[in-house]
Nanobody, 127 residues
Framework: QVQVAESGGGLVQAGASLNLSCVGS????????MAWFRQAPGKEYEFVAA????????YYADSVKGRFTVSKDSAKDTIYLQMSDVRPDDTAVYYC????????????????????WGQGTQVIVSA
């Protein structure tokens, strides 16, 4: 059974840093693109960042560019999101999402392209 599970959320003050991680299990993820999405209260899912299956390319939403860093450790089937200088509007449930590269076809921001989703981890940023 394939599972992906996030960890690392919590309550932080604006300007602080927070690191999220997501581990996959149950199959080989060697050719998988991995991404982070988030959903703030009362809002739609929003693409945050993605890293290509090779790990060589990263993609970011404009709202987090320069503040967040996405990376992966293929040996550990793990994706990371380093969040710095967080803001109150970063408050959301953060989800990791995984998809084989043949599903993505260059479209990293569309949630429906991703096959496996975690349960989410809550991030709350206080002013």
């Amino acid at each position: 059974q394939v599972q992906v599970a996030e960890s690392g959320g919590g309550l932080v003050q604006a300007g602080a840093s927070l690191n999220l991680s997501c581990v996959g299990s149950g199959r080989s993820f060697r050719t998988y693109t991995m991404a982070w999405f988030r959903q703030a209260p009362g809002k739609e899912y929003e693409f945050v960042a993605a890293v290509s299956w090779s790990g060589q390319n990263q993609y970011y939403a404009d709202s987090v560019k320069g503040r967040f860093t996405v990376s992966k450790d293929s040996a550990k089937d793990t994706i990371y999101l380093q969040m710095s200088d967080v803001r109150p509007d970063d408050t959301a449930v953060y989800y990791c999402a995984w998809a084989d590269r043949t599903n993505i076809m260059g479209d990293y921001v569309s949630g429906h392209k991703y096959t496996y989703w975690g349960q989410g981890t809550q991030v709350i940023v206080s002013a």
